[in-house]
């Protein structure tokens, strides 16, 4: 049983205009096998949440914890969260030219695992994974993301996280961009990934729809930089219907409308 915890963080990030607080005292326990929805308004603080716990350079802590397993993974590099088994699969996949898929994925093994994976075991769980994501099998041969549509970078994200095996993945907004065949694809391999290895989820989206697929546990909210709301599946039905008007500061309300 491992365990993420996020105790009272404060996170800020450089903009034109100097730098701005965006992360105000965020609280959160994620256990091995949890999947934990986190569900807000754009402009929350939700992203920048996830780029802080990975250790992005434009977002700096201000106070406060990120343990996993009792390590302080703010006192790492991002390579070393990776290694002690954080994950982030990013709204926004980079493409890298020159750097093709398959030795990508083989060096990240070897780096994470501390020795290259033997090379028949790691051929097979390749090609068995990009099978159950429906991935042509030419995609391991091409530079990582580089020419991919939407949907195929999302579909490469969970192909790293399958042969990871992280024991936390932070997904940010992993449904945004994706239609409902590619959808289930990738949602189905999220919960492969949860079912083989006991993974715990912080799964950040907007919308309900991905969470037909990949069932939560616990579903927050998340507003002004902090969790406002906990509750159980319900609270996402609840957020679909009445959206995020209570949870704004008054000034977002009266833009909204206005």
């Known amino acids: 049983m491992s365990t993420l915890e996020i105790k009272d963080l404060y996170a800020s990030v450089e903009t034109k205009e100097g730098r701005k607080q965006i992360l105000k005292g965020a609280n959160l326990t994620v256990r091995s096998g949890e999947t934990h929805a986190i569900m807000g308004p754009n402009g929350s603080g939700k992203s920048t949440l996830a780029y802080t716990l990975a250790g992005h350079p434009k977002y700096f802590v201000d106070s406060g914890e990120a343990l996993l397993d009792g390590e302080d993974l703010l006192k790492m590099t991002a390579d070393e969260r990776a290694k002690a088994g954080l994950f982030l699969a990013m709204q926004y996949p980079v493409e890298v030219p020159g750097v093709s898929m398959t030795n990508f994925l083989r060096t990240a093994k070897t780096e994470i695992d501390g020795k290259a994976p033997a090379i028949r075991t790691w051929t097979k769980e390749l090609q068995d ?5 429906r991935m042509d099998k030419k995609f391991a041969s091409r530079s990582v993301n580089e020419g991919f549509s939407g949907g195929e970078k999302k579909r490469a994200e969970v192909l790293q996280l399958e042969l990871l095996k992280p024991k936390f993945a932070v997904m940010d907004e992993t449904d945004s961009g994706l239609d409902v065949d590619a959808l ?3 949602s189905d391999g999220v919960n492969r990934a949860k079912e083989n290895t ?3 989820i912080m799964l950040i989206t907007h919308y309900t729809r991905i969470l037909k697929y990949i069932k939560p546990d ?3 909210v ?5 969790f406002v709301k906990t509750g159980g599946p319900e609270l996402a039905d609840e957020l679909e219907e009445n959206g995020y008007d209570e949870y704004l500061p008054e000034g977002s309300k009266e833009s909204a409308l206005a």
């Open 129 to 133: 994974a990009m099978t159950n994501l």
């Open 184 to 186: 289930r694809i990738v």
């Open 222 to 226: 998340f507003a002004g930089g902090q």
């Open 198 to 200: 006991g993974l715990g």
């Open 218 to 220: 616990i579903v927050h």
